[in-house]
């Protein structure tokens, strides 16, 4: 059995994986405090409430969060006796390696997206990833992550909103009515909804003219399937694109042995 674990800047994702499915999926609150025992408690209530008596014996991490990594390590160690692999870490092999200026640190979270779309979709590919920030991800054909674009995330940028603007409030993103708002929350809605299916198209365009051959749009995170009602954003959308990845490359270095 093996613990996936996808770390984010908000929220953090363990799914066990019995080497042909996913057997539940939990998702907290992402803490850089929070330690080894918190993790297992939380962990273990919910692996009882869902029926489950598994035994993991591997555990493979990803996180864009440093600062929690130390404490998800003694984790695995302390309850499931093994040592995690961490994907960025030079124990922790990529099926291809990425294509970037030397030097560069590529987020791990990238390079999971890139291995599980990569063996799900093949080549040429823009994986758009709605999360924190909105990623753009390119993969070459031969499943190299080969670079991208980082926008403000949707939640992050109506939050700035709220934030900066006195007079405006908290509002949740949502498929708009209409795109012309008659109160202040319509409008809010439809600037954020319509200017990033607006942001979308436009960076994939421009990905697609720049790489200069046909590419295929794979949609993940949150809130992928919100901006693909009605539209034509995306070719597929991939809810546990991130999760895959993790299988893939933990596989893979499985296989290298």
Not at 19 to 47: E, I, M, N, P, Q
Not at 123 to 145: C, K, M, N, P, S
Not at 156 to 170: F, G, K, N, V, Y
């Amino acid at each position: 059995m093996l613990l996936a674990i996808d770390c984010g800047n908000t929220n953090t994702v363990f799914a066990i994986w019995d080497g042909t499915k996913f057997l539940c999926t939990l998702r907290t609150s992402t803490h850089h405090a929070r330690t080894a025992d918190a993790y297992f408690t939380w962990y273990s209530t919910l692996v009882k409430h869902y029926g489950l008596d598994v035994e993991i014996d591997e555990v493979i991490i990803s996180s864009t969060v440093p600062r929690v990594v130390f404490n998800l390590r003694v984790f695995a160690d302390r309850f499931f006796g093994c040592r995690p692999m961490v994907v960025g870490k030079p124990d922790c092999a990529l099926p291809v390696e990425p294509r970037v200026d030397a030097g560069t640190i590529v987020g791990p979270d990238r390079l999971v997206n890139t291995a599980g779309a990569h063996d799900r979709h093949g080549g040429d590919l823009i994986v758009v990833d709605f999360g924190t920030a909105t990623t753009f991800d390119v993969v070459a054909a031969d499943g190299a992550y080969v670079g991208g674009a980082i926008a403000p995330g949707v939640n992050l940028s109506l939050e700035a909103l709220h934030m900066a603007a006195a007079a405006l409030p908290h509002v949740d993103v949502s498929v708009p009515a209409k795109v012309i708002g008659t109160n202040t929350v319509e409008c809010m809605q439809s600037g954020v909804f319509w200017g990033y299916v607006g942001l979308v198209r436009g960076i994939c365009g421009q990905i697609r003219d720049e790489y200069a051959r046909p590419m295929k749009v794979i949609g993940t995170g949150g809130l992928a399937s919100l901006f693909a009602q009605g539209h034509t954003l995306f070719d597929e959308i991939e809810d546990d694109l991130t999760m895959h990845g993790l299988t893939v490359i933990h596989a893979h270095n499985k296989l290298k042995g």
